[in-house]
T-cell receptor, first 118, second 112 residues
Framework: EAGVTQFPSHSVIEKGQTVTLRCDPISGHDNLYWYRRVMGKEIKFLLHFVKESKQDESGMPNNRFLAERTGGTYSTLKVQPAELEDSGVYFC????????????????FGEGSWLTVV | GESVGLHLPTLSVQEGDNSIINCAYSNSASDYFIWYKQESGKGPQFIIDIRSNMDKRQGQRVTVLLNKTVKHLSLQIAATQPGDSAVYFCAENSDSSYKLIFGSGTRLLVRP
């Protein structure tokens, strides 16, 4: 079974440009999460989808970030326009919907998309 | 806002010794705690978890201790191996939210 996959693995863009990150969750996982780690700081929650609906987007930093999950399968995270402080690694994770609460061993993380804004 | 933090940014241990990684949390409403391991170029990997109704839980070579009185969490790794070298994150959660709150991470270096 394939794990959570993310694309691109690395991206270098100029300030002001647009970048779109893609996440393919594990097949059958209704829950999809975006997290990010910037400037060597802690990993921070961005948002949570249940199927195609945004369940919680309280971690989205500002309106330059747009996440979508049309059809409830893969998700994209667009940064437009990118700023220097957006540099970091963006993690996607997924979990099944029939697990009570959030048992950690049911949340699977991808390897991340490493974004550098210059 | 409330967050999970770490005491030591880097820990260096001799191969074969035991490692202890510490974490402080401030959200008293959190009732579930997880330790993740992140190797270079990879995403966080689940190691072990513990619920707030427990104070200790053991895995194969790892033990998590929870002290709710002082809001402290620790990860003990027995007989540390070179493959244990990574960044370790603690995270907290409550049943009312799917959101994980991560600490800033501790880098574990294992000397041969």
């Amino acid at each position: 079974e394939a794990g959570v996959t993310q694309f691109p693995s690395h991206s270098v863009i100029e300030k002001g440009q647009t970048v779109t990150l893609r996440c393919d969750p594990i097949s059958g996982h209704d829950n999809l999460y975006w997290y990010r780690r910037v400037m060597g700081k802690e990993i921070k929650f961005l948002l949570h989808f249940v199927k195609e609906s945004k369940q919680d987007e309280s971690g989205m930093p500002n309106n330059r970030f747009l996440a979508e999950r049309t059809g409830g399968t893969y998700s994209t995270l667009k940064v437009q326009p990118a700023e220097l402080e957006d540099s970091g690694v963006y993690f996607c994770a997924s979990s099944k919907s029939d697990e009570g609460g959030v048992p950690g061993n049911t949340i699977y993380f991808g390897e991340g998309s490493w974004l550098t804004v210059v | 806002g409330e967050s999970v933090g770490l005491h030591l940014p880097t820990l260096s241990v001799q191969e074969g010794d035991n490692s202890i990684i510490n974490c402080a949390y401030s959200n008293s409403a959190s009732d579930y705690f997880i330790w993740y391991k992140q190797e270079s170029g990879k995403g966080p990997q689940f190691i072990i978890d513990i619920r707030s109704n427990m104070d200790k839980r053991q895995g194969q070579r790892v033990t998590v201790l929870l002290n709710k009185t002082v809001k402290h969490l620790s990860l003990q790794i027995a007989a540390t191996q070179p493959g244990d070298s990574a960044v370790y994150f603690c995270a907290e959660n409550s049943d009312s939210s799917y959101k994980l709150i991560f600490g800033s991470g501790t880098r574990l270096l294992v000397r041969p």
